[in-house]
């Protein structure tokens, strides 16, 4: 079945640091991949998104490459802020099917 | 409304009561998705409505579970005989359609905690 798989947390990192996250997944057909965030307090909101191969979704400094060759969809961030901590989520919509499966998270804390 | 909402924000039960969870969708939303989020664990996947319908029930954990969606807008997510295993963060989310760009919206969630 469908499934998505993305790295463990927490991960800690110093302000302006490189940020990647690693999300994979295993899917039929050709599906969409999302980045949800869970900020301190808040419901979860679309960061950024991709429908097809090579696609690159970004927003707010964030970017995913749809990388079907390798079924990944890492999200990275060139310089990451204190106000970037939060629970990342990797998340794949399957055509069809309509059902969004996501990962099971990645708490990034980021420290002044 | 302005965003997904749901109700209550917080509840508290004893094991065995059954509970009811709300979830209103943003007006005009076609599709509503139900998911459980336990203490540090991800987004697990419950029931998916396609207006009144749901063509996915696979998530369901157990017959004690139950969802139904009334006029394409308000669902109810019922647990029966609820026990300690249920306690969890219930998430709704609603999406224009389902399609393959579109977004989905959550709401902020009901805690339920089984005691």
């Known amino acids: 079945g469908n499934s998505v798989t993305q790295m463990e947390g927490p991960v800690t990192l110093s302000e302006e640091a490189f940020l990647t996250i690693n999300c994979t997944y295993t899917?039929?057909?050709?599906?969409?991949l999302f980045w949800y965030v869970q900020y301190p307090g808040e419901g979860l909101q679309l960061l950024l998104k991709a429908t097809k191969a090579d696609d690159k979704g970004s927003n707010k400094g964030f970017e995913a490459t749809y990388r079907k060759e390798t079924t990944s969809f890492h999200l990275e961030k060139g310089s990451v802020q204190v106000s970037d901590s939060a629970v990342y989520f990797c998340a794949l919509l399957s055509g069809g099917y309509n059902k969004l499966i996501f990962g099971a998270g990645t708490r990034l804390a980021v420290h002044p | 409304g302005a965003g997904v909402s749901q109700s209550p924000s917080n509840k508290v039960t004893e094991k065995g009561k059954d509970v009811e969870l709300r979830c209103d969708p943003i007006?005009?939303?076609?599709?509503l998705y139900w998911y459980r989020q336990s203490l540090g664990q991800g987004l697990e996947f419950l029931i998916y409505?396609?207006?009144?319908?749901?063509?996915?029930k696979s998530g369901l954990p157990s017959d004690r579970f139950s969802a139904e969606r009334t006029g394409g807008s308000v669902s109810t997510l019922t647990i029966q005989r609820t026990q300690q295993e249920d306690s969890a963060v219930y998430l709704c989310?609603?999406?224009?359609?389902?399609?393959?760009?579109?977004?989905?919206?959550f709401g902020q969630g009901t805690r339920l905690t089984v005691v």
């Open positions: 409505f396609q207006g009144n319908s749901a063509p996915d």
């Open positions: 007006s005009g939303h076609t599709a």
């Open positions: 989310a609603s999406s224009l359609f389902g399609g393959r760009a579109t977004e989905a919206f």
């Open positions: 899917a039929t057909g050709y599906p969409s």
